[in-house]
């Protein structure tokens, strides 16, 4: 294994354990997550300003008018994503919310074929159908769990999903972006959610106690600023197939911590239907194909 595969390896599994995490800080947070939000754009983009600053994006000409309006719409898109997953926690709990939310790549294939003319093939339309059945199965089983974290259910499902159509736009913005340094669009992302939230955040009575802060701190500078920089660090070095495997180190996290903190256990049809999409999702991230689905010259 070379170096670059090596550290790509540890940089993207560190940024997907992180990810992991973040549920359990904005539940105890105890904050609105509007509030969570705009703390975590801010204390990100001061993180990222120190970042973008230091590689030397700050200086004029990097970006154009339009990249610059393409950025601020996936700012857009990121911080409704932000708002509504993490709403979506205390419905349908963070394990479930984040199995719902990795529909994203069958959200963003949607958008590809509608905007970039991108073809849905036969292999690509059976992962979405198998995901899609794994939805099914997770809105029939009964929430577990105890109090009222399952109240909801299935808007906490709907706000899931919502947060995942969100991400794949902000995904497409990116993909618009192509050549742009990452860095710079994240901190153009976080700003646009500092601007967005202000108006309905209540300065007038911020969190008190220093425990707090500690969280909604980390939230931004770990969760945000390191997490960018450690998940662009390892899509810059590591081949499509490994990040993708990588990538499903995040919900297999966030159902860890939900269960060892908050002791949330999967019931059985939420289990089968979690491990039915993250099949599906692997198989579309990894470019798996079902034998009957392969042309027949590649089966001989």
Known sequence: MSGDIKRGTAEMTAAMLISGTIGWFVVMSGQPVSGVVFWRCLFGALTLLAICGALGLLRPGILTWRTFGIAVFGGVAIVLNWLLLFASYSHATISIATTVYNTQPF????????????????????????????????????????????????????????????????????????????????????????LMLAPMTDFSHPPTDLGTWAILITVGVVHTGLMYVLLYGAIQRLPTHLTGALSFLYPIAAILVDRLAFGHALQPMQIAGAAIILIAAAGMNLGWSPRWLRPRALQS
């Open 107 to 194: 959200m963003l294939l949607m958008l590809g074929a509608l905007f970039l003319g991108e073809k849905i093939t036969a292999t690509k339309l059976f992962w979405l159908m198998l995901s899609f059945a794994g939805m099914v199965a997770i809105v029939q089983a009964k929430p577990g769990g105890s109090g009222n974290t399952v109240d909801g259910y299935g808007l906490g499902i709907l706000m899931a999903l919502g947060a995942a159509f969100f991400y794949a736009l902000a995904a497409l913005a990116a993909k618009w972006l192509k050549g742009t340094p990452p860095h710079l669009i994240a901190l153009i992302q976080v700003a646009t959610g500092m």
